[in-house]
Every structure is written in C-alpha cells, then in structure tokens.
C-alpha cells in the first residue's frame, strides 16, 4: 500500500470537494493565474483604486502579482516544477520568515479553517475532551456559553477592558473548563479586528503551567502586526501560531497558515478532521510526517489556488521584513499622525479608542461616521459609496477614485469603519526611499490616498 507521500507523485489535483477556482480556468496565461487566485465573486479592482483595508482583504499590488504571475508559469510552462516541491518550499519560507526551528507550517484557505485545524490537531494531542477558549466575536461580552467559552475585550459599551481583567476572565474559563473535566485550547489574540489584544502571553503561559499537560495556546496573529521574532518567541514557548497572507499581506482572500511548534507534533500519533474541514485541506498543505498520520481522506492532493496567494502574500512578507524596524516604524507613524491630522479637520468622523494606544505604534483605525445632527449614519451604504463611485450621491459618479476600507464592526451599539496600513504600501514607500528620494517625497503618495479618502469620506457624510 501507498502513503500519502507516496500517492503524491500522480498527476491528479482533486479526489472530493474542490475549490471553485479550480475548475475549467480559461485560457490564457493572465486569466487563468486570476481562476485560480480568486473567486468568482471577487475582483482584483482597479490599478488606481485607494486600499485601506489591509485588516481585512486586499487586492494584490504589482509585487504580489507578478510572483504569482513566474510560480503559475514555473508550473505550467516548460520543465514544470513539481507541485510536491514546490508546496515543500512554501511552508519552508513561511517558517523560514517566522518559525523557530523544528515548527511545522500547514496551510489553510481560511483562518478560520486554520483555527479549525489547531482544535483537532489539540484533541489528538490531549487526552480528554477538548473546549476552544476565544475572545467572544465581536470583541463584546453575551457570547459565552457553557460549551463555548469566550472571554470579552471590550466591556458592553464597547470600550477596551482592562488586561488584568481579560487575563483573569480567560483564566477562569480554563480552570472552570478543567474542572469540568475537560482540556483547554486556548485562543489569545495577538491583535483583534479592532487592534486588540488579550489575554497576555505571560496569562497564557501561567494557565499552561498550571494545568500541566492540559492546556495548548494558540497566538492568533492573523492581523499580521506582531515582528517575526515576537512569534519565534511563541513557538519556543510552545505555542502554536495562526498566520494570514490575505490581511496585511495582501494576497487575494483564502491564505492562512498555522505554525506548530517541535513539541506539538511529537504528541500526536494519528489524528482526524473533521468532515468540514477535511474537505477544505488538500494533502500537499501539510508537512508529510503529520500528513500520512491522517486518519481518512482529504479533499485535494494539491490546492494550486492557496499556493498562489501564499506566493502574494510571501513577495510583500519577504520585502516588507528585509527593511530595517526604523523605517518600517516611521512610515507606520507617519501614516498615523497624518489619520490624525484629517480626523481633527473631519467633525463627523470620531475615532474609536483615541488615545487608548500609542498612535506611533497603531495600524487599525476603527472609525465612526455621523451626520449633521450627531446621528451615526449606517455603514454598509457608506462603505459601498466609498468602493462604487456609482452609487455616490451629488453627482459625483465620475469623481474619486474607489476607496476600500475595512467592513464595518460593531463595537458597543454602533458601527465603525476601519483603515489600516498594510504591507505593500509601506514596501512601496521602501522602495521610493531607495531610489534616493527624501522621507517626505516618499511618503507622498500615500499621503495624496488618505486625502483623497478622507476628502471624499467627509463629502458622502455630508450628503447623507
């Protein structure tokens, strides 16, 4: 009988549920790359378009692309690579940029997917029945229940809660859990959707070393915003690690990663998915020696779409962490000082947790939008007024250009837009600094799209 490992040297893709992406691509080298990279119901948008969004999904800049556009090719054209190797060297650069050595990288289409991945991964490793611990979702108490377990980052106004008090809250929950005789998968948020974070590490490892043997962490960096050394640091500590390229990164949506450190995967003999999830993974997103430890089948030997946007995400990731910590501090300032200038000279839009944090070392900026009155106005329509310029009041149909911000999030009883720095913007300031430019000439055009952004966000306030 064949392994897995084995099995993989024949041409054959699917063998259950496939990714829509990957059935009948068009012809043509540029088409069919943009098949596999997306859904149907999603576009690359405009070359010119503002995107503000990176908390949430981006298109893929130039850089992103373009890597994309040379792995497609080295796969389909000429001496073609082999998928097997070159699966193999994606989770190698993922852990190369971010493991400790000895972790395990898996890929996932999802980060919810990944996170999915993590709990039964964690039920093999435990010995008992396991419950997933998780900041409640969005951000606000009310979800918590016996059998899911949540800890809240915000109180019921919607304010950021004390650490102390999360860090007691998720401890709690553990040791009622434990109690209950039940092992604990803890979930801590490295930074929310909001730019949150809880419970801290050192609770999550002072919950682990109380419950020996009982308890497995899960840092959920999906936002991207924590430095490589910061989650080296987890995986030595044992923790497991939940990446994004589609956030920050910028890859299309339908990227996540999860890093497992040495230890985890020593613990597990054979494991299984659930029918859900394993008809989400393909055998080539998983390292070998935890692939044929696979009890059942998974869906795909290889899924060709996720490879790509890794190779997205990867071509801003590898740039974005070769630049020195000072110049990726001061464009992550200066893109906060100038949110801050626009939002003193903008009385209907109010930011959500001003002066909670740092501004130098924030990227997310949750923002809410009111009208003449004070009333806050609904998001949703907002938010498309700001990505269609066809649905723009006044007119203003053939004015300004797309701007895409991240969706709305409820926090207390309202609703708030968010804009967020993101990689390929700051690589593009990067690179204007190395073509001998002075900081301000560099920074510019990102400066001209928060004006433009924040101009024309005032305007659709107004009208409304």
């Known amino acids: 009988m064949k392994s897995r490992t084995q099995a993989l040297q024949h041409p054959v893709f699917s063998s259950r549920a496939r990714d829509p992406r990957a059935d009948s691509a068009p012809a043509g080298s540029r088409a069919a790359l ?22 949430e999904a981006m298109a893929p800049a130039a850089r992103g692309h373009a890597a994309a556009e040379a792995a497609f090719a080295g796969l389909t054209t000429g001496a073609a690579r082999p998928l097997p190797q070159w699966f193999e060297e994606l989770r190698g650069r993922i852990a190369a940029l971010f493991g400790a050595p000895g972790c395990d990288a898996i890929l996932a289409r999802s980060e919810s997917g990944a996170e999915d991945i993590f709990d039964a ?3 093999a490793a435990l010995a008992r029945p396991v419950v997933r611990i998780a900041a409640a979702s969005p951000e606000r108490p009310g979800d918590s229940e016996p059998n899911n377990p949540a800890f809240a980052l915000r109180d019921r106004y919607g304010l950021p809660r004390d650490a102390d008090a999360v860090d007691a809250e998720a401890a709690r929950l553990a040791a009622e859990a434990i ?7 803890l979930h801590l948020a490295d930074c929310s959707e909001s730019g949150l974070a809880g419970p801290t590490r050192a609770a999550a490892e002072a919950i682990a070393a109380s419950f020996p043997g009982r308890v497995l962490v899960l840092i959920d960096a ?12 987890d995986l030595r500590a044992d923790f497991a690690v939940l990446l994004s390229g589609s956030t920050f990164a910028g890859a299309p949506p339908g990227a996540a990663a999860l890093l497992l450190p040495p230890g985890l995967a020593e613990r597990i003999e054979t494991f299984a998915l659930p029918d859900l999830v394993a008809t989400r ?6 390292p070998p020696h935890l692939r044929d430890r696979m009890r059942g089948e998974f869906s795909a030997l290889a899924d060709l779409g996720l490879g790509l946007r890794w190779e997205c995400a990867l071509a801003e990731l590898e740039t974005f962490f070769a630049l020195a910590p000072e110049p990726r501090a001061k464009i992550a300032a200066a893109f906060a000082r100038e949110i801050r200038r626009h939002l003193a000279g903008a009385p209907a839009l109010k930011l959500i947790d001003d002066g909670w944090r740092a501004e130098e070392s924030r990227m997310i900026f949750p923002i809410l939008t009111f009208d003449e009155r004070g009333r806050p106005l609904k998001t949703e329509p907002l938010r498309r007024a700001l990505a269609e310029p066809g649905a723009r009041r006044g007119g203003w149909a053939a004015r300004g250009r797309p701007v895409h911000v991240g969706a709305p999030l409820r926090i207390g009883a309202m609703k708030a837009l968010r804009l967020s720095l993101s990689a390929p913007p700051v690589n593009d300031v990067a690179e204007r600094l190395s073509e001998g430019r002075n ?26």
């Open 34 to 55: 943009d098949h596999f990279l997306f859904a149907p119901y999603e576009r690359m948008g405009g070359s010119g378009d503002i995107w503000l969004s990176g908390c």
């Open 121 to 123: 991964l964690a039920r």
């Open 179 to 185: 109690a209950q005789g039940r092992d604990v998968a």
């Open 222 to 233: 999906r936002q991207m915003r924590c430095a490589p050394q910061r989650i080296a640091a």
């Open 281 to 286: 993974s393909a055998a080539m997103d998983w």
């Open 439 to 464: 900081f301000a000439a560099a920074f510019q055009p990102l400066a001209d799209d928060l004006l433009e952004a924040f101009s024309l966000w005032s305007e659709i306030a107004a009208a409304d």
